[in-house]
């Protein structure tokens, strides 16, 4: 069972950081590879939510199992062929307020049948996850700038 750490320090209050990541409907705008995402029940999002998604051809089903504002997003479900949990820790990275660090936690049972596969979804899931935070990081902090 691979497992997928990542934490990044966005340079926006923690609000904000939640929210934009909390917004199911928005994850396409910083998640080039989504291309769907359905909320079949509880709009707005809480425990029992049900998220469908569609990510480069592959089904992402899915339910919220934990949702505490501006602290915590945890669903499971299935990721293609195979089952996964999700955490979002979210915290504030300094006393101001001014910054938000995120961990995100993925848990992949890919089964003893793909024992073979799972240090290579690791390394595209790690990727893929990581280019995702980045590019939110620099939506966010590019979105908190005054314009000329």
Do not use: C
Request: proline fraction near 4%.
């Amino acid at each position: 069972m691979p497992v997928i750490e990542h934490s990044i320090t966005i340079n926006r209050p923690l609000v904000d950081v939640f929210r934009a990541v909390a917004d199911f409907n928005a994850w396409h705008t910083w998640q080039p590879g989504i291309t769907t995402v359905n909320l079949t029940s509880g709009d707005p999002v809480r425990v029992g939510t049900m998220l469908t998604i569609v990510r480069g051809g592959t089904f992402i089903n899915a339910d919220v199992l934990d949702y505490q504002r501006n602290k915590l997003i945890v669903f499971q479900g299935v990721w293609g062929r195979f089952r996964f949990s999700r955490t979002l820790d979210f915290q504030s990275g300094s006393v101001g307020g001014r910054e938000a660090v995120v961990k995100d936690k993925i848990n992949l049972q890919t089964g003893w049948l793909f024992f073979w596969y799972a240090p290579l979804l690791a390394m595209s899931v790690r990727s893929q996850t990581g280019g995702d935070w980045a590019s939110l990081k620099r939506q966010l902090e590019n979105s908190g700038r005054s314009q000329p």
